[in-house]
């Protein structure tokens, strides 16, 4: 999925989510495309809820968040999307065939545009997934001229060797408009950029974000984990409550200290926590959960997250007539009690409406 707004996240829900040929339920989340802000996903109850950014998906490259699986042969896929929220008005969700993780790689997709109808997207061929004007090599458009007698000529490419460790990245070449000269069988050519930077020897593990928030009726909220870059190997890293203004022990919430593993391939991990939908006006409280004791990954640097439970309640406003009769004679005055429900600590403002037959200022004030 795509917020089809870089730096936008889109939330998208997916179920009855099927390949025929592998199991379905370890799916990979993956974000491609340099977008502005990563994506995550979670799997609950057979549901995969994807967060993600990006500009779009289609046209000569993809920016998206997908959770996959690499499948040969023949297969059937499907999906069925729930629900999308946030991103731009004509954010994507559907599903997707890729020949690679690379952005620009040849590609089918299906899928819903946000408050519309369904769209169909596919690129045939691969281009440059190299970034030029200096990022990855700088090459500029031009014309080679063949004197009389020339019969090679060599188009310079500068590469930048940066410190960034990434996939082998390609540069399509293509001649074309020949003058005096006709096209041969080869108009295109591809040259290889090999990377030559080792990754770190361990990722790091830490909070996907520092805050959150969930609404008490809720039933479950899940705090997301994850770490910086796949691992051959398992991982591991502890969690507990720290602090908070919420109550545990199932007055706000039940959340136990535990440990979350990361199979290797696996990016990210969620910690449920159980919410208790009482009745009570209290306004918005805080949990905060910490990190410790990372296994096979760095400690990284989100390693506390404070989620705010929000209320669902409201206070009940009464009027009650304690004295309802009042004298003309005497300055007998009426009284009328106004009350409120729950805590007094925010203000409260209820407008009054008047009726009757007395007329204000004449009879009354």
Known sequence: MSARSDGL????????????????????????????????????GGVYTVIGSGSQIGGTEDECHFVAMPVTGDFNITARVLSQSGGNSNAQAGVMIRESNTYRCRSLYMGLVQNALGEFIYRNSTVTTAYGTGVDYTLPSGTLNFGIGDQTKNIPIAINNDGMPENDETITLVIRNPNGATLGANPTYTYTIIDDDTPPAVPSVGFAAATGSVAENAGTGFILVSLSALSSSSASVDYSVTGGTATGGGVDYTLDSGTLTFAPGELVKAIPIALADDALIEGPETVVVALANA?????????VHTLTITDDDSPVVSIVATDANAAEAGLDPGTFTVSRTGQTGAPLTVSLARSGTATSGTDYN
Do not use: C, M, Y
């Open 295 to 303: 296994a096979g990954a760095n400690a990284g640097s989100v390693a």
């Open 9 to 44: 996240l889109q939330t998208a829900a997916f179920d009855n989510v099927t390949i025929s040929t592998v199991p379905t339920l370890n799916l990979v989340g993956r974000t491609i495309g340099f977008v502005n802000a990563q994506g995550s996903d979670v799997l609950n």
